[in-house]
């Protein structure tokens, strides 16, 4: 069964900080990995799907790695901002049909 | 384009109530999916469907029950509502293998 683990559970950053959010599967036959952004009291917005043909993935101050002979993804912020401050997830489905096992997430604050 | 939409935002249920969350989205998604997610518990599927006509259970399946009758349709229907059915409840849609979007989801209280 896979198992998806995030950590640590909070983070919290002064603003302006280059900083890495880990996340680490147990099953490795991965057929992609997605992040996305939550809200306090909000849905799940979709950051970056990483295919598991890729090895990086970049939207703007996000970059997204995949590797998946160690399990491992990581979620790199530039320049954070305190608008960045959310939970992040990452997601990796059960084969390609598209059901998600999720991660905790990550609490992330960014101070002003 | 309003992607994914759930109905209603809040609701308050007494125990052994019945309910229907609705989900639909516009994107002619063929896969649509239910979670919930609960504090300290994450995210965890309730039900799937990889088109319509088809369902299949996740995780957390007793209790709920799924219908597909159409691309843009998937609700929730709770059997008989119970306090461990407190949840923030979110429909996801996508073509199979790629972005997930999801709805705003549903705050469900059991008393």
């Known amino acids: 069964k896979q198992e998806v683990t995030q950590i640590p559970a909070a983070l919290s950053v002064p603003e302006g900080e280059n900083l890495v959010l880990n996340c680490s599967f147990t099953d490795s036959a991965i057929y992609n990995l997605q992040w996305f952004r939550q809200d306090p009291g909000k849905g799940l917005t979709s950051l970056l799907l990483?295919?598991?043909?890729?090895r990086e993935q970049t939207s703007g101050r996000l970059n997204a790695s995949l590797d998946k002979s160690s399990g491992r993804s990581t979620l790199y912020i530039a320049a954070s901002q305190p608008g960045d401050s959310a939970t992040y997830l990452c997601a990796v489905p059960t084969g390609a049909n598209s059901k998600l096992t999720f991660g905790k997430g990550i609490t992330l604050s960014v101070r002003p | 384009n309003a992607g994914v939409t759930q109905t209603p935002k809040f609701q308050v249920l007494k125990t052994g109530q019945s309910m229907t969350l609705q989900c639909a989205q516009d994107m002619n998604h063929e896969y649509m999916s239910w979670y919930r997610q609960d504090p300290g518990m994450g995210l965890r599927l309730i039900h799937y469907?990889?088109?319509?006509?088809?369902?299949d259970q996740g995780e957390v399946p007793n209790g709920y029950n799924v219908s597909r009758s159409t691309t843009e349709d998937f609700p929730l229907r709770l059997l008989s509502a119970a306090p461990s059915q407190t949840s923030v409840y979110f429909c996801a849609s996508s073509s199979v293998g790629d972005t997930q979007y999801f709805g705003p989801g549903t705050r469900l209280t059991v008393l």
């Open positions: 990483i295919q598991s043909s890729q």
């Open positions: 469907s990889v088109g319509a006509g088809i369902t």
